[in-house]
Antibody, heavy 117, light 108 residues
Framework: EVQLVESGGDLVQPGGALTLSCAAS????????MGWVRQAPGKGLEWVAN????????YYVDSVKGRFSISRDNAKNSLYLQINSLRAEDAAIYYC??????????WGQGTLVTVSS | DIQMTQSPSSLSASVGDRVTITCRTS???????LNWYQQKLGEAPKLLIY???SLQSGVPSRFSGSGSGTDFTLTISSLQPEDFATYYC?????????FGQGTKVEIK
């Protein structure tokens, strides 16, 4: 069974930083593209970033470029999202996703990032 | 960027009704990477349809997808109580991948 378990969400001040983690199991992690999707409270879904199998290709939505960094550790079956210079508009549930064929085939339950002073 | 516009934004329907949700893209999708997701309140989204019309494993056959170019449709042939949720379309034709704003299906 595919499992994706996010962690690292927290209450952070504007301008702060944190790292989200996603522990993957139940599939061959190194063979899968992975990504992050977020959902602000009461709002829709927004793709944030994705990464290819060996970490050599990374893509970001424009609003996070230069502030967010996606990475992975295939030896640890883990995906990460480093978030810097947090803004109020970054407050959201962040979902870790395993890609299928150009879709988000599996989702974790999400981790909540709150931005407030 | 490819903009995604869903209609309607919300609808009320009864159990047994046929429901159709439309997704229009701002550019023609040269590759058939148009997907649909269902999200119930308090839960993570779930993939329903991928590649315009392919049913994800385990998804009931009352769900179907169709379309081409800039116009795509999700159809629920006979609405069931467990189908009341919000539905999102999403394109993976080109980066940035984008979602529609969602369609909330409510009980009439």
């Amino acid at each position: 069974e595919v499992q994706l378990v996010e962690s690292g969400g927290d209450l952070v001040q504007p301008g702060g930083a944190l790292t989200l983690s996603c522990a993957a199991s139940g599939f061959t992690f190194r063979n899968s593209w992975m990504g992050w999707v977020r959902q602000a409270p009461g709002k829709g879904l927004e793709w944030v970033a994705n990464i290819n199998r060996d970490g050599s290709q990374k893509y970001y939505v424009d609003s996070v470029k230069g502030r967010f960094s996606i990475s992975r550790d295939n030896a640890k079956n883990s995906l990460y999202l480093q978030i810097n210079s947090l803004r109020a508009e970054d407050a959201a549930i962040y979902y870790c996703c395993r890609h299928g064929n150009d879709n988000f085939e599996y989702w974790g339950q999400g981790t909540l990032v709150t931005v407030s002073s | 960027d490819i903009q995604m516009t869903q209609s309607p934004s919300s609808l009320s329907a009864s159990v047994g009704d046929r429901v159709t949700i439309t997704c229009r893209t701002s550019q023609s999708l040269s590759r058939t990477y148009l997907n649909w997701y269902q999200q119930k309140l308090g839960e993570a989204p779930k993939l329903l349809i991928y590649g315009v019309s392919s049913l994800q494993s385990g998804v009931p056959s009352r769900f179907s997808g169709s379309g081409s170019g800039t116009d795509f449709t999700l159809t629920i042939s006979s609405l069931q109580p467990e189908d009341f949720a919000t539905y999102y379309c999403q394109q993976a034709n080109s980066h940035p991948w984008t979602f529609g704003q969602g369609t909330k299906v409510e009980i009439k």
